[in-house]
């Protein structure tokens, strides 16, 4: 794949092979400026394991609140119930949001928000079952191991008990939000008041062990250093080889406005490729790579579905995490819109449910 001269001709040459990446070929791939050398490779697994398919879905984002006592340095939400803007919807108030634009093919509802001071476990608990009973063949991705964490928390109870109770009001599986950084380095700085690193995989583990399914992120294009973005996915592939429940990984491009680190510019076209082509070649074990397109914006997003990525999230009604750091992507994309930007990038679009079952293959 590449000439026997090149610096990365070892490493291609494992890609080709399917053997493990490790750590150490990490730091050089992420050390390369020869951006379509990590995409050529990125692409070649990509091929391998999903052909031409781009699989999308229909979904809506549901953030009940935003108020959050956490308080992270890299978010743009708030931590006071009385500030401006904030928002705390009851469980009848998400179940009328999510009527808006709802269409017989949204097949999933991804749910996510603050930590909210005043609110008690059973407001989490009634706002899936008011969801689920409303809208009983939506797909309730909801909660990240930092929500499912603090809601035991409320409900004093373990986190397997607590995931049983929310199970049976509804979730279906959870989203991969609040992996950050795990490198303390950079964690103690971005997200001081967060969940460690190594509870956020423990309770993935207990994710998985309970048979539901849950993605991974890493935020990436701040104060980070290209070595702990492979920290990050060696860690990530460690907890995939011991509980398998990943299904996909999504890089989140950084975006500053209104938050602790306003002054930075946020990531450039470089640092986003590069990152996700390093993602699919690091991650043998997780099988999805997600260009989410809010987060990279529209044409980046296209890019990265030939430096490794073969997923776009979806329709994306209502996002507001990214939006209200200054994403401007954030308002939705139609189905017709997504087809039409798969196809313009040479590749077959593919609608799907959370899951990855497909429900309509284009030819
Ligand atoms: O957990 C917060 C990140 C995440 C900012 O699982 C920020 O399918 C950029 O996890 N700039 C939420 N990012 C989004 C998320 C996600 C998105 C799409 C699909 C899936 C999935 C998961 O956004 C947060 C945090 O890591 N975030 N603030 C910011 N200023």
Redo the contacts with the bound molecule.
């Keep these: 794949m590449l000439p026997s001269h090149h610096p990365l001709h070892d490493i291609a040459r494992k890609v080709e092979a399917g053997e493990r990446l490790s750590e150490d070929d990490g730091l050089r791939l992420a050390a390369s400026d020869d951006l379509p050398a990590l995409g050529l490779m990125a692409h070649f697994v990509r091929e391998r394991m999903h052909g031409d398919a781009v699989y999308y879905n229909v979904n809506r ?1 549901i953030n009940p609140t935003n108020v959050c006592y956490v308080g ?1 340095e ?4 708030a931590d006071d119930p009385n500030a401006p803007g904030t928002w705390s919807y009851s469980p009848e108030q998400c179940v009328e949001m999510a009527r808006k634009d709802f269409t017989p093919d949204v097949s999933e509802f ?1 749910i ?1 928000g603050g930590l909210h001071p005043r609110w008690k476990f059973e407001v989490y608990v009634e706002i899936l079952r008011a969801l689920k009973s409303a809208f009983p063949t939506v797909h309730l ?1 909801a909660f ?1 191991m ?1 929500e499912i964490d603090f809601l035991a928390k409320l409900a004093k109870q373990s986190v397997p008990l607590t995931i049983e109770v929310l199970r049976a009001a509804g979730l279906d599986s ?7 950084i795990f490198h303390p380095e950079i964690r103690d700085q971005i ?1 001081s008041k967060k969940m460690s690193a190594d509870r956020w995989l423990e309770v993935t583990g207990m994710v998985h062990a309970s048979g539901l399914k ?6 990436f ?2 104060i980070e250093e290209p070595r702990h973005w492979v920290d990050h996915l060696v860690r990530l592939r460690a907890q995939q080889d011991l509980s398998g429940g990943f299904q ?1 990984f ?1 890089p ?8 602790k ?1 306003a002054h930075l510019p ?1 990531p450039d076209l470089t640092t986003k490729l590069k990152v996700v082509a390093i993602s699919r070649l690091m991650l043998d074990n997780i099988p999805h790579i ?1 260009a ?1 397109w ?2 990279l914006g529209r044409e980046i997003a296209q890019v990265a579905l030939r430096f490794g990525a073969n997923d776009l ?1 979806g329709t ?1 009604i209502d ?1 507001r ?2 939006f ?4 401007a992507a954030g308002k939705g994309m139609t189905v017709d819109d997504i087809r039409a930007f798969i196809r313009a990038a040479g590749l077959r679009p593919v609608l799907r449910d ?1 899951v990855y079952n497909e429900i309509e293959v284009a030819g």
């Excluded at 890299?74 to 939400?77: D, K, N, R, T, V």
């Excluded at 959870?174 to 950050?180: D, I, Q, S, V, Y």
């Excluded at 849950?214 to 935020?219: A, I, Q």
């Design positions: 984002h992270c890299l978010c743009a939400y991804h996510v991705k990240t930092v959870c989203p991969g939000g609040g992996a950050e997200a849950s993605n991974c992120t890493m935020l294009g701040h996909c999504i989140l491009a950084f975006h500053p406005k209104d938050t680190f946020g997600k989410y809010v987060m999230d994306v996002e995490v990214t209200a750091a200054g994403g959370t």
